[in-house]
């Protein structure tokens, strides 16, 4: 055991140093080899934004500011049952409802290009994920933050999932480097797990460090597996990215790929049993660069199927790709889906339904302009038969029409980016057109078509709002809504069954989380 540790000491030691290497052979840190896609596109963005109101400003024209009364947002069969604002601290991220409590992360950046380096980096009393008590008998009232789960200085937690294990309540959460070098060996990043079986009273009882010189763990969700063990399905964007002075040639100092299975049975003692990657375990990309992102090596997400035994990894421009992990000690590949050449690709996101065998697939291509080459307009939501032939076939699309607008429509991201499926309605956040709720009992409308779009059945996008953040920090985001994330989960009603089905919406409460305004709680009226 004693020659275990030191062997274990001397490789730390060793990566530190090589993470050093790594740092000294990219002094000059820039947004581009720091920040993932959403952070650059978001800071470039809404920069913009800022410079068209100076100049209209100085012009003398009047500067648009966002309302922020409930009474603004817009609905279609959706009613805003409360709001919380966090305490006004911005930069929310993903949500999670869990036995009457949602949990929504905080993300961040650090902006190379300024002098201010970590001012987009929350800390102090504003960082962590914020823990929120919902009366689900009278939500309207009895709507209040109880706690919040801490994550280390200079850090994020973006994604947080929160699940019961025999007697205890256990949250998941994927922590990135925000407010520093990613080089910088120093600041954790991971995952890292809490006791919230008193969500009141959270408390921290395990942690796994991904290593360097990655940002961390950027998206996670959790399965119990047919072997009966717990586990993580975690994406490291950029693990396989080439890096100057690294030992492996890659980001991941230890050549691992983006996707990492994490055994979470034991909470306090976190394991990673298995990686896979495009470059060394499918010999190469799974499709060609496409439109304004080129990219078919940047694994996203990951979502595993009921029984753990599969999980598909969103991969930018590889497509939607599936692997067999009923071994989790040895994934190996299935089959990928296929962007047309004159896509733009951008797999971000997807939710499977196992009993039809479909793929909810959401595409973030915040690349509105498109070209000669590529179909222009925002990223949208596909439908995949995804076991069919020898290839996933695409049966259907989802967009707004603000996501096929032929022209700029200014300020805000009309971009799908994360789905959640309730029986055959699929329920999207939409950036800056709040959440999309799209039928689908019929997949396939029109089998004469890919692109043939469902029908949308309900939606709510809640009101625009100024950016919480303080003044010299402000030109992070625009003041419109951006929903991050969205979940729906049963009311307390015994009527539903503690089930939350389509033919019953009305008892079911849909949490979104705006990255400016904070959590939304709206129900179904249809």
Same mark, same amino acid.
């Given at each position: 055991?004693?020659?275990?540790?030191?062997?274990?000491?001397?490789?730390?030691?060793?990566?530190?140093?090589?993470?050093?290497?790594?740092?000294?052979?990219?002094?000059?840190?820039?947004?581009?080899?720091?920040?993932?896609?959403?952070?650059?596109?978001?800071?470039?963005?809404?920069?913009?934004?800022?410079?068209?109101? $100076?100049?209209?400003?100085?012009?003398?024209?009047?500067?648009?500011?966002?309302?922020?009364?409930?009474?603004?947002?817009?609905?279609?069969?959706?009613?805003?049952?409360?709001?919380?604002?966090? =305490?006004?601290?911005?930069?929310?991220?993903?949500?999670?409802?869990?036995? =009457?409590?949602?949990?929504?992360?905080?993300?961040?950046?650090?902006?190379?290009?300024? *002098?201010?380096?970590?001012?987009?980096?929350?800390?102090?009393? /504003?960082?962590?994920?914020? #823990?929120?008590?919902?009366?689900?008998?009278?939500?309207?009232? #009895?709507?209040?933050?109880?706690?919040?789960?801490? &994550?280390?200085?200079?850090?994020?937690?973006?994604?947080?999932?929160?699940?019961?294990?025999?007697?205890?309540?256990?949250?998941?959460?994927?922590? +990135?480097?925000?407010?520093?070098?990613?080089?910088?060996?120093?600041?954790? /990043?991971?995952?890292?797990?809490?006791?919230?079986?008193?969500?009141?009273?959270?408390?921290?009882?395990?942690?796994?460090?991904?290593?360097?010189?990655?940002?961390?763990?950027?998206?996670?969700?959790?399965?119990?597996?047919?072997?009966?063990?717990?586990?993580?399905?975690?994406?490291?964007?950029?693990?396989?990215?080439?890096?100057?002075?690294?030992?492996?040639?890659? /980001?991941?100092?230890?050549?691992? *790929?983006?996707?990492?299975?994490?055994?979470?049975?034991?909470?306090?003692?976190?394991?990673?049993?298995?990686?896979?990657?495009?470059?060394?375990?499918?010999?190469?990309?799974?499709?060609? =660069?496409?439109?304004?992102?080129?990219?078919?090596?940047?694994?996203?997400?990951?979502?595993?199927?009921?029984?753990?035994?599969?999980?598909?990894?969103?991969?930018?421009?590889?497509?939607?790709?599936?692997?067999?992990?009923?071994?989790? @000690? &040895?994934?190996?590949?299935?089959?990928?889906?296929?962007?047309?050449?004159?896509?733009?690709?951008?797999?971000?996101?997807?939710?499977?339904?196992?009993?039809?065998?479909?793929?909810? @697939?959401?595409?973030?291509?915040?690349?509105? *302009?498109?070209?000669?080459?590529?179909?222009?307009?925002?990223?949208?939501?596909?439908?995949?038969?995804?076991?069919?032939?020898?290839?996933?076939?695409?049966?259907?699309?989802?967009?707004?029409?603000?996501?096929?607008?032929?022209?700029?429509?200014?300020?805000?991201?009309?971009?799908?980016?994360?789905?959640?499926?309730?029986?055959?309605?699929?329920?999207?956040?939409?950036?800056?057109? =709040? #959440? /999309?709720?799209?039928?689908?009992?019929?997949?396939?409308?029109?089998?004469?078509?890919?692109?043939?779009?469902?029908?949308?059945?309900?939606?709510?996008?809640?009101?625009?709002? +100024?950016?919480?953040?303080?003044?010299?920090?402000?030109? #992070?985001?625009?003041?419109?809504?951006?929903?991050?994330?969205?979940?729906?989960?049963?009311?307390?009603? $015994?009527?539903?069954?503690?089930?939350?089905?389509?033919?019953?919406?009305?008892?079911?409460?849909?949490?979104?989380?705006?990255?400016?305004?904070?959590?939304?709680?709206?129900?179904?009226?249809?």
């Amino acid at each position: 055991m004693r020659r275990f540790w030191i062997a274990a000491a001397a490789i730390a030691l060793g990566l530190a140093l090589v993470a050093v290497a790594v740092g000294a052979a990219q002094q000059t840190r820039t947004n581009r080899s720091e920040l993932l896609k959403t952070e650059r596109h978001v800071l470039k963005a809404h920069k913009q934004a800022l410079r068209a109101a $100076a100049r209209r400003k100085a012009r003398g024209l009047r500067v648009a500011r966002a309302p922020s009364s409930p009474r603004d947002a817009r609905a279609l069969n959706m009613e805003v049952v409360a709001h919380n604002p966090l =305490g006004d601290r911005g930069f929310n991220a993903d949500v999670w409802a869990h036995e =009457g409590y949602a949990y929504i992360g905080q993300w961040g950046f650090t902006d190379w290009a300024q *002098g201010s380096k970590q001012r987009f980096c929350p800390s102090g009393e /504003r960082a962590g994920i914020a #823990v929120v008590e919902v009366d689900a008998v009278d939500p309207a009232n #009895v709507t209040h933050r109880v706690s919040t789960l801490r &994550n280390p200085p200079l850090t994020s937690a973006e994604d947080v999932v929160v699940f019961s294990q025999g007697a205890r309540d256990i949250a998941v959460s994927g922590i +990135q480097v925000c407010g520093g070098s990613r080089a910088n060996t120093d600041i954790f /990043r991971g995952i890292m797990l809490w006791d919230v079986t008193n969500p009141a009273v959270p408390v921290e009882i395990g942690r796994l460090d991904t290593g360097c010189c990655t940002r961390g763990v950027h998206e996670l969700e959790v399965e119990q597996h047919t072997n009966g063990h717990w586990y993580a399905y975690a994406t490291v964007p950029a693990s396989e990215y080439a890096e100057e002075g690294s030992p492996s040639g890659y /980001r991941d100092l230890l050549g691992r *790929g983006d996707f990492r299975m994490i055994d979470i049975t034991n909470p306090s003692s976190p394991v990673e049993v298995s990686d896979w990657g495009v470059i060394h375990d499918a010999g190469g990309p799974l499709g060609p =660069g496409l439109g304004c992102d080129p990219d078919p090596v940047y694994g996203h997400g990951a979502e595993p199927s009921e029984d753990g035994e599969t999980v598909f990894l969103a991969y930018w421009d590889s497509g939607f790709v599936a692997l067999d992990v009923s071994n989790p @000690s &040895n994934p190996t590949y299935l089959r990928d889906s296929d962007y047309e050449a004159n896509e733009d690709g951008d797999a971000h996101s997807s939710m499977y339904d196992d009993d039809r065998g479909l793929l909810f @697939s959401a595409d973030e291509d915040f690349c509105k *302009g498109g070209s000669k080459e590529t179909e222009r307009g925002y990223g949208y939501v596909r439908v995949w038969d995804y076991w069919a032939g020898t290839k996933p076939v695409q049966l259907s699309t989802f967009r707004t029409p603000n996501s096929m607008a032929p022209t700029a429509l200014g300020a805000g991201d009309y971009v799908s980016h994360n789905p959640w499926l309730v029986g055959t309605d699929v329920y999207v956040s939409w950036y800056s057109d =709040g #959440v /999309r709720v799209a039928s689908s009992a019929n997949p396939d409308p029109n089998p004469a078509t890919s692109e043939e779009i469902l029908p949308e059945v309900a939606y709510f996008v809640p009101p625009a709002s +100024q950016n919480p953040v303080k003044p010299s920090q402000r030109g #992070v985001l625009s003041q419109t809504p951006q929903v991050w994330g969205v979940v729906v989960a049963p009311t307390a009603d $015994a009527a539903n069954g503690g089930r939350c089905a389509t033919d019953q919406a009305g008892e079911c409460l849909v949490y979104l989380s705006d990255m400016n305004s904070g959590l939304w709680i709206v129900r179904r009226t249809d």
